[in-house]
Nanobody
Framework: VQLVESGGGLVQPGGSLRLSCAAS????????MEWFRQAPGKEREFVAS????????NYANSVKGRFTISRDNANNTMYLQMNSLKPEDTALYYC?????????RGQGTQVTVSS
């Protein structure tokens, strides 16, 4: 199982980014997926989740109305569109999946929101 995140970077407050999570090593289209984030000195925080067939399941209250989760099962990729970014969104973002053999996460992509 391999999960590779990309798309992070430095953005000004109010800006947007789209994160991607490329999956391999398992049947991507059969599993729900999640985004988490972790800021320095803070605990891991759930961001959003999506069903195996592409219906958003849940968003953290802190990102509702600003972030949109989606997936492309044909290309084994999950996305996180982040709009109206705030400094408190600064964190390492990573994707997560739980399959029969265990729970897996990627290395993450850094998002920094700063002027």
């Amino acid at each position: 199982v391999q999960l590779v995140e990309s798309g992070g970077g430095l953005v000004q407050p109010g800006g947007s980014l789209r994160l991607s999570c490329a999956a391999s090593g398992f049947t991507f289209s059969r599993y729900n997926m999640e985004w988490f984030r972790q800021a320095p000195g803070k605990e891991r925080e759930f961001v959003a989740s999506i069903t195996w067939h592409g219906a958003p399941m849940n968003y953290a209250n802190s990102v509702k109305g600003r972030f949109t989760i989606s997936r492309d099962n044909a290309n084994n990729t999950m996305y996180l569109q982040m709009n109206s970014l705030k400094p408190e969104d600064t964190a390492l973002y990573y994707c997560n999946v739980e399959i029969l053999s265990g729970q897996y996460r990627g290395q993450g992509t850094q998002v920094t929101v700063s002027s």
